[in-house]
T-cell receptor, first 113, second 111 residues
Framework: KAGVTQTPRYLIKTRGQQVTLSCSPISGHRSVSWYQQTPGQGLQFLFEYFSETQRNKGNFPGRFSGRQFSNSRSEMNVSTLELGDSALYLC????????????FGEGSRLTVL | QKEVEQNSGPLSVPEGAIASLNCTYSDRGSQSFFWYRQYSGKSPELIMSIYSNGDKEDGRFTAQLNKASQYVSLLIRDSQPSDSATYLCAVNLDTGNQFYFGTGTSLTVIP
């Protein structure tokens, strides 16, 4: 069974640009969550999508957005990049009804110059 | 404010010893609790979940929950060098998948 796949794995952007990250969940998982991981703040919740609807949202500015498609694949977008957006962005999928049993992808490491 | 706090460590234990990892949380509405392990350069993986007060054992791992004191702990018995990783405590308030993670405790098991 394939795991959670995130693309791209690494990317470098400059301030002011925008970026789109993609996540393909485990087959059958309809919940997709996104987290930002930095050394100082740890893992911080961005948002969760279930059946194409945003179900929960963390405390991030509106520059961070996401969406989910009918096949449960999800994308997140960050516009007007800032230096502080440099982080590892992790996607996690789970079966609904099993809160906390998150299966994480390998992450997309974003560097903003 | 919803906070999850862990001792950042690093925590070092000799091989075969018991490693004890602690986590406190601030929101009394927290309902479910998890421990994730993250190896360096890898993504987190779930190792334990606990939902009610008391102990839950799974192999060498025991999770302990005390809602009155708002703490969760993880004991690793017979620690192995392969247990060397960062351990993340995660807390959930409702039935959605919004979790609050601690910053993690780095564990090193010395052969």
């Amino acid at each position: 069974k394939a795991g959670v796949t995130q693309t791209p794995r690494y990317l470098i952007k400059t301030r002011g640009q925008q970026v789109t990250l993609s996540c393909s969940p485990i087959s059958g998982h309809r919940s997709v969550s996104w987290y930002q991981q930095t050394p100082g703040q740890g893992l911080q919740f961005l948002f969760e999508y279930f059946s194409e609807t945003q179900r929960n949202k963390g405390n991030f500015p509106g520059r961070f957005s996401g969406r989910q498609f009918s096949n449960s694949r999800s994308e997140m977008n960050v516009s007007t990049l800032e230096l502080g957006d440099s982080a590892l962005y992790l996607c996690a999928s789970s079966l609904d009804g099993y809160p906390g049993e998150l299966f994480f992808g390998e992450g997309s490491r974003l560097t903003v110059l | 404010q919803k906070e999850v706090e862990q001792n950042s460590g690093p925590l070092s234990v000799p091989e075969g010893a018991i490693a004890s990892l602690n986590c406190t949380y601030s929101d009394r509405g927290s309902q479910s609790f998890f421990w994730y392990r993250q190896y360096s350069g890898k993504s987190p993986e779930l190792i334990m979940s606990i939902y009610s007060n008391g102990d839950k054992e799974d192999g060498r791992f025991t999770a302990q929950l005390n809602k009155a004191s708002q703490y969760v702990s993880l004991l690793i018995r017979d620690s192995q060098p392969s247990d060397s990783a960062t351990y993340l405590c995660a807390v959930n308030l409702d039935t959605g998948n919004q979790f609050y993670f601690g910053t993690g405790t780095s564990l090193t098991v010395i052969p």
